[in-house]
């Protein structure tokens, strides 16, 4: 992470930020807040790796952002290291129930902020790297379920706070137990393989995202996009899928792997709950194998 990381020092005292970036400069790249609204004013278009900042300041106090920040999803885990003159065990202890990772009194030395800040981020990188790992599919390495519920989630509430289309796919792979009895349990694996990266290829292209939602099917989210923009999506999938020309003997639609695809559109009508979206796809999807029809789209 080191030259990448991305530092956000928070203090009211011109002389302390300016000591602070130039002890930490050479290695990472620094922001300066005087204030914690102005960070929180920050954190709103940025991402930060790590944050320091006084606990005593005018106005908003170094707890009451370090609050704040645990409040959010999206940045409560952020390392966050309060740097303070007060020596006082009671401050101390207070930051550290709160959530801060470190506490360093001042007048500080160089030496130890910069070797504290090195440890916090090594680990940060490796708390990145297990979250990571725990939202991709082992199969497929593409997003898991996991991931799909929480992007889902943050998309619906995106959407409905400012009325921008949502629409969710399910796609699944036609007649795949039959390709699986034809060709074997390792060739499905691999089909699965190809198809979720074909898939997640196309997506993020499109700007969407796309994820394996059970055992042979998957889902894709697209924002601020009309009903017809959606169906070429779907078009394009179907697409990519049939480029890939994977030998399907045993299908009765067609010589190679193709998918079926069910849609929810939704324009402005975000009552009920995420979960029950994905119900109203699934039934897209059934409706899609009983009419034989390649994409179902539902409005609402």
Same mark, same amino acid.
């Given at each position: ?27 990472y ?6 204030s ?8 709103e278009?940025n ?6 900042s ?9 707890y @009451? =952002? $370090? &609050? %704040? !920040? ?8 952020i +390392? ?30 160089p ?16 708390? @990145? =790297? $297990? &979250? %990571? !790992? ?8 593409? +997003? ?30 036609d ?17 699965l ?27 894709a ?36 792997v ?12 975000f009552?009920g ?18 009419q ?9």
């Open positions: 992470m080191a030259n990448s990381a991305h530092i956000l020092i928070v203090d009211d005292d011109p002389l302390n930020r300016v000591v602070l970036e130039n002890t930490l400069a050479d290695e790249s620094i922001s300066l807040c005087a914690g609204e102005e960070a929180l004013t920050f954190l278009s991402t930060v790796d790590l944050i320091i006084d606990i005593r300041m005018p106005g908003m106090s170094g @009451d =952002l $370090l &609050e %704040k !920040l645990k409040e959010k999803q999206n940045t409560y885990s +390392p966050f290291i309060i740097i303070s003159a007060s020596n006082s065990y009671n401050d101390e202890a207070k930051g550290l129930e709160m959530g801060a990772m470190d506490y360093i009194t001042k007048p500080f030395s030496v130890i902020v910069k070797a504290r800040v090195k440890n916090h981020l090594a680990i940060k990188q490796k708390n @990145d =790297l $297990l &979250e %990571k !790992l725990a939202a991709i599919d082992g199969l497929t390495e593409i +997003p898991n379920r996991r991931l799909l519920d929480e992007t889902l989630t943050s998309y619906w509430q995106a959407c409905s706070k400012s009325y921008e289309p949502l629409s969710l796919f399910l796609v699944d792979i007649y795949f137990k039959e390709f699986n009895d034809t060709y074997g349990y390792a060739a499905g694996d691999e089909c393989i190809k198809v979720a990266q074909a898939l997640n290829e196309s997506s993020r292209k499109h700007d969407g995202f796309v994820a394996r939602y059970d055992g042979v099917r998957f889902a989210l697209q924002k601020g996009r009309n009903k017809d923009q959606i169906a070429l999506f779907a078009k394009h999938m179907h697409d990519v899928i049939d480029d890939l020309t994977i030998p399907h003997k045993s299908s009765p639609i067609c010589a190679h193709s998918i079926s695809i069910g849609i929810v559109h939704i324009d402005k009508d009552s709950s995420e979960q029950g979206v994905l119900k109203l796809a699934d039934d897209a999807l059934v409706k899609s194998h009983m034989q029809e390649r994409v179902t789209i539902l409005s609402r």
